[in-house]
C-alpha cells in the first residue's frame, strides 16, 4: 500500500459527461501528479500541484482540468469526454516535488467512456 | 528536451536466470534515474533511484541498475529471476526545468520469468 488513495477505482459514463477523480496524497507529501496511462500513448504526465499551488503542466487537454485543496487533496476535472479519454488515471504524491524524488503512486481510477 | 527508451517491449528470463531490462536516457545536465514496477491492476511502484556518487544502486525486492555516463544507460538488473518479479518495468528520467520538475518515462517493458 503506497498510502495515495483515489477514488473511485472505476468508472463508466457517456460521451460528453463530466466526471471527478479524486486524490489523497500520502501523509506529508506536499506534491500531487497525475498521470494518464493509455496502451497507446503510455504513460502521460498531465499536471503537478505543490502545497496548493500549479507547479508544472504536461500534456493536459484544455477539458481537463484539476486542482489541490488546502487540505492537499486534489481532483482531476475531466469534462466533454470522449471515447480517446478511457484510460488509466493515475495520482501519484512525493515530499518534495523536486527532481531527486521519488513519486508514489495510487491504484488508479479505470474509466471508461462509452 | 528530454527522453527515454526502453528498446525491449518484453524481455523472458528463465526462473534463477539473472535478469537485465534495459533503459537509455537523453537529458540536458545531470540526470536524476529511476525505476518502478507495475504489478496488473496496481499503480507503479519506486524501485531505485540514481541521484549521484556510485554507479550502481541497489533498490527493492534485490533489484539493482547500473548507471553508465558514457553510454548513457541505466539498465536495471537482478542476479536471480523469481516469477514474482514478472511485471512491467518502467525507467524515468528527471530533472529541474524552468524551475520545476519534469519527469519523463519509458513505455515501459514487460518482464516475464518463466517457472
Same mark, same amino acid.
Given at each position: 500500500?503506497?498510502?495515495?488513495?483515489? #477514488?473511485?477505482?472505476?468508472?463508466? #459514463?457517456? #460521451?460528453?459527461?463530466?466526471? #471527478?477523480?479524486?486524490?489523497?496524497? @500520502?501523509?506529508?507529501? *506536499?506534491?500531487?501528479?497525475?498521470?494518464?496511462?493509455?496502451?497507446?500513448?503510455?504513460?502521460?504526465?498531465?499536471?503537478?500541484?505543490?502545497?496548493?499551488?500549479? @507547479?508544472?503542466?504536461?500534456?493536459?487537454?484544455?477539458?481537463?482540468?484539476?486542482?489541490?485543496?488546502?487540505? %492537499?487533496?486534489?481532483?482531476?476535472?475531466?469534462?466533454?469526454?470522449?471515447?480517446?479519454?478511457?484510460? %488509466?488515471?493515475?495520482?501519484?504524491?512525493?515530499?518534495?516535488?523536486?527532481?531527486?524524488?521519488?513519486?508514489?503512486?495510487?491504484?488508479?481510477?479505470? *474509466?471508461?467512456?462509452? | 528536451?528530454?527522453? +527515454?527508451?526502453?528498446?525491449?517491449?518484453?524481455?523472458? +528470463?528463465?526462473?534463477?536466470?539473472?535478469?537485465?531490462?534495459?533503459?537509455?536516457?537523453? &537529458?540536458?545536465?545531470?540526470?536524476?534515474?529511476?525505476?518502478?514496477?507495475?504489478?496488473?491492476?496496481?499503480?507503479?511502484?519506486?524501485?531505485?533511484? =540514481?541521484?549521484?556518487?556510485?554507479?550502481?544502486?541497489?533498490?527493492?525486492?534485490?533489484?539493482?541498475?547500473?548507471?553508465?555516463?558514457?553510454?548513457?544507460?541505466?539498465?536495471?538488473?537482478?542476479?536471480?529471476?523469481? +516469477?514474482?518479479?514478472?511485471?512491467? =518495468?518502467?525507467?524515468?528520467?528527471?530533472?529541474?526545468?524552468?524551475?520545476?520538475?519534469? &519527469?519523463?518515462?519509458?513505455?515501459?517493458?514487460?518482464?516475464?520469468?518463466?517457472?
Amino acid at each position: 500500500d503506497s498510502g495515495v488513495t483515489q #477514488t473511485p477505482k472505476h468508472l463508466i #459514463t457517456a #460521451t460528453g459527461q463530466r466526471v #471527478t477523480l479524486r486524490c489523497s496524497p @500520502r501523509s506529508g507529501d *506536499l506534491s500531487v501528479y497525475w498521470y494518464q496511462q493509455s496502451l497507446d500513448q503510455g504513460l502521460q504526465f498531465l499536471i503537478q500541484y505543490y502545497n496548493g499551488e500549479e @507547479r508544472a503542466k504536461g500534456n493536459i487537454l484544455e477539458r481537463f482540468s484539476a486542482q489541490q485543496f488546502p487540505d %492537499l487533496h486534489s481532483e482531476l476535472n475531466l469534462s466533454s469526454l470522449e471515447l480517446g479519454d478511457s484510460a %488509466l488515471y493515475f495520482c501519484a504524491s512525493s515530499k518534495t516535488g523536486d527532481e531527486d524524488t521519488e513519486a508514489f503512486f495510487g491504484q488508479g481510477t479505470r *474509466l471508461t467512456v462509452v | 528536451a528530454q527522453s +527515454v527508451a526502453q528498446p525491449e517491449d518484453q524481455v523472458n +528470463v528463465a526462473e534463477g536466470n539473472p535478469l537485465t531490462v534495459k533503459c537509455t536516457y537523453s &537529458v540536458s545536465g545531470n540526470p536524476y534515474l529511476f525505476w518502478y514496477v507495475q504489478y496488473p491492476n496496481r499503480g507503479l511502484q519506486f524501485l531505485l533511484k =540514481y541521484i549521484t556518487g556510485d554507479n550502481l544502486v541497489k533498490g527493492s525486492y534485490g533489484f539493482e541498475a547500473e548507471f553508465n555516463k558514457s553510454q548513457t544507460s541505466f539498465h536495471l538488473k537482478k542476479p536471480s529471476a523469481l +516469477v514474482s518479479d514478472s511485471a512491467l =518495468y518502467f525507467c524515468a528520467v528527471s530533472r529541474r526545468a524552468g524551475g520545476y520538475q519534469k &519527469v519523463t518515462f519509458g513505455i515501459g517493458t514487460k518482464l516475464q520469468v518463466i517457472p
